[in-house]
């Protein structure tokens, strides 16, 4: 058994409360970016010292504030989920949020993809013919505060969604998110689990973010999902992806932390092949992304 001096956990808080300054002074950098609202200007020079220590004033060279926008999101998502269990360790896991900010923040996450899906489209077959055509239809499982649905319903003008939850507080603020964009006749919300899908043949594309499935539901899911696709429809499963690193083991964490569990590549193409989904596949991303999208289609 290893025994830890003080000084030595004292070396550790050290290293990492560097590391959480820095990246509180990172998310003011970005937010000033982004807003175009900046920081004090007695703060600035040291700001960026630090965040030139850190190697991340480099690394903004060249970026625009649409690209920094869904990194501030994260950022700030992360940042309130890690001080909500300093807060309140002895809270069961589970996305059991009700602060309206948290979970606003969390939803300006998912937005993001909408902006990344043309991407993966060369990959997924008559995707985008289908997403083009007169009437798509997309199943966003997990719709929180429905931003992705939204998203989606504005990058495509004739989509028509349903977004489904069971989280009552995010539905609350997902209807006034929806009522806002004026999209009420294109987004349709549901207090429903995926599990309870009775839809059959009607989606052209579904989206599930596993980190925020349980276990023992994911099998469920994935069956009603697959019978809710319209034959040759798409679903799009992302997970976190897998490492042995500090990174991988907090991330490990925080799906702990939403109710969900960590799995790898492999076991989410065998179930999806076990779900009867043909053209099973993980969709490039970025090397350092932290999830991973794996693709199935719907044969009949």
Do not use: C
């Amino acid at each position: 058994m290893v025994v830890m001096s003080i000084e030595a956990l004292r070396d550790i808080v050290a290293q990492l409360g560097a590391s959480a300054g820095a990246l509180a002074v990172l998310g003011a950098e970005l937010r000033a970016r982004v807003t175009g609202q900046p920081v004090h200007p007695a703060l600035e020079s040291p700001a960026h010292d630090l965040l030139r220590e850190a190697g991340a004033l480099q690394a903004l060279e060249g970026t625009s504030p649409a690209e920094l926008a869904p990194l501030l999101a994260e950022l700030r998502h992360f940042w309130d989920i890690d001080n909500d269990f300093l807060a309140s360790p002895g809270r069961s896991p589970g996305w059991q949020y009700a602060d309206a900010t948290l979970l606003q923040r969390a939803g300006e996450i998912t937005e993001g993809f909408a902006n990344v899906l043309p991407r993966f489209l060369p990959a997924l077959e008559g995707l985008a013919a289908r997403l083009d055509g007169p009437a798509p239809t997309f199943l966003d499982v997990g719709t929180g505060v429905a931003r992705l649905s939204i998203a989606m319903a504005r990058k495509w003008p004739s989509l028509r969604v349903v977004g489904i939850d069971v989280w009552g507080p995010s539905l609350a603020l997902a209807r006034k998110n929806v009522d806002d964009a004026g999209l009420q006749d294109r987004i349709e919300l549901r207090e429903q689990s995926g599990e309870a899908l009775t839809d059959e043949r009607l989606f052209d594309l579904a989206w599930i973010p596993a980190a925020f499935v349980p276990e023992h539901a994911l099998g469920r899911l994935v069956e009603q999902v697959h019978r809710s696709l319209k034959p040759g429809g798409w679903l799009l499963f992302a997970a976190a992806k897998p490492g042995d690193d500090l990174r991988a083991a907090a991330l490990r964490f925080r799906i702990a932390l939403y109710g969900g569990t960590p799995t790898t590549q492999h076991a989410i193409e065998q179930l999806l092949v076990e779900k009867r989904l043909t053209d099973v596949r993980a969709l490039p991303g970025p090397p350092r992304d932290f999830k991973i999208i794996v693709a199935g289609r719907r044969a009949d």
